[in-house]
């Protein structure tokens, strides 16, 4: 057999022993089986020290001591009465757990959100750097300010803050203003330039020889009303003299 997904196989055990690595004993965990963990190396040690301490599962048996009787011992003790009870228990708190909401805000609050602002609107994640103006401007900004004649010609690039491995979404950029706070108003009527995966530090201008830039610069009309398109000149004319 070459291999078996989890969520088939664990259901229909009563208890499981394996090396320990994290996604295995989670998913021998979120099954509800007492779990004999047998590391051999790096966290596998750690994560059969934390099943036996929360009762789920015997003393781990480190694979150079791992012999028929160790191995008898260990599944006796695991099929305890207690050892089911627990390893039960702690099934049903890890499926309440809400795991990826949990990753997903992490993310966010480990972004360098400061310097990932609009110049102009702090609610808003900074797309472009104009040369011209020393500032970082959101797609709605960067068109009101640039849309002025005497503005048009400024060199412009894309910003990128993180190095993503992923392509930007629409609903990635969604997330990110989310989490900077309420925009300023206005709607941003990106078909999203399609972003690539986007090779770009914290902060980083991509240069127009950037392949990376390259494919960002295909700019989309926005729509703004008209007191959003006074209030961003307003803010700029600030920004700029500071
Ligand atoms: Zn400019
Ligand atoms: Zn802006």
Redesign the pocket.
């Known amino acids: 057999m070459d291999e078996i997904p989890h969520d088939w196989l664990f259901p229909r055990c009563a208890a499981a022993c394996h090396h320990g690595g994290a996604g295995t004993t989670a998913a021998s965990l979120r099954s509800g089986l007492p779990t004999i963990i047998v590391p051999f190396f790096g966290d596998q040690y750690f994560w059969g020290r934390i099943v036996s301490e929360a009762g789920a599962g015997p003393t781990p048996v480190p694979i150079g001591s791992l012999t028929a009787e160790t191995l008898a011992e260990a599944i006796r003790f695991a099929l305890g009465p207690k050892v089911r009870e627990r390893a039960r228990d702690l099934s049903r708190k890890v499926k309440t757990q809400q795991g990826d909401e949990e990753t997903v805000a992490s993310f966010y609050r480990r972004l360098p959100l400061e310097a990932m602002r609009c110049s102009l609107d702090a609610n808003r994640v900074a797309r472009r750097a104009?040369?011209?103006?020393a500032?970082a401007f959101c797609l709605i900004c960067d068109a009101v300010?640039?849309e002025d004649a005497a503005?048009a010609q400024?060199r412009?690039h894309p910003l990128g803050h993180v190095e993503w491995d992923v392509s930007g979404s629409p609903s990635l950029l969604e997330r990110l203003e989310r989490s900077l706070a309420d925009p300023l108003g206005g709607s941003e009527e990106t078909a999203p330039d399609r972003e690539p995966s986007a090779k770009s530090s914290p902060g980083v201008v991509l240069r127009d020889e950037d392949p990376a830039a390259r494919l960002y610069v295909r700019s989309t009309p926005v729509v703004v009303d008209l007191a959003t398109r006074a209030k961003i000149l307003e803010r700029f004319e600030a920004a700029r003299h500071c």
């Open positions: 104009c040369e011209t103006c500032l300010v640039h503005r400024h412009r």
